[in-house]
Each structure stands twice: as structure tokens, then as C-alpha cells.
């Protein structure tokens, strides 16, 4: 937590400790949303360079193809099922 402050958010050491854990939150929510517009941004780039390119399949690239697929949330009968599968795993009885 400490190094992330520092480091990535660019905190002084008495900045870190002064904040409050809500604001640190709210300041990693802001950082992992830049992160994924440099991201989506860098593959804007590489979307267009490949376009760009002379080739025999026409298909056109979008940003989106370059980036990693959302995971979905599981539900909560497969949430039961992976616990009850890795309680098994770890010598536990099936109930």
C-alpha cells in the first residue's frame, strides 16, 4: 500500500500518511482508470497502424480487439461451486 502511494500515485511520504484510507481508495480508482485509458489509447494506435497495412482479409481492427476481454461476475451457484470443490481440495467434507 505504502509502495503505491509512493510510487504509482506519486504521494510524498507525509502525503500517504496524512490521507485517509477512503481517499487512498478513491485516488487507486482514479489510477487504474488512467491506466486503462493509456491502455485503450495505445491500442487505438496499434488499431490504426494495423488498418493501415495492405493485406488480403479487408476485416478491420478495433481498439477493443488488442485489449483483454471484461471477466464477467460469477454467480452465486458457481461461487458455491468453486468453494465446495476447493474445500474438497483441501481434505474437507462435501455439505
Known sequence: MWSVGLFDLGLSEEEFWRITPRMYMALSRRLEKRRQMELHDLASILAAIYNTIPRKDK?????????????????????????????????????
Open 59 to 95: 476485416k478491420i481492427i478495433r481498439a477493443e480487439d488488442f485489449l483483454p476481454k471484461k471477466k464477467r461476475n460469477q454467480k452465486p451457484e458457481e461461487q458455491l461451486k468453486v468453494s465446495r470443490a476447493i474445500n474438497l481440495m483441501l481434505g474437507g467434507k462435501n455439505g
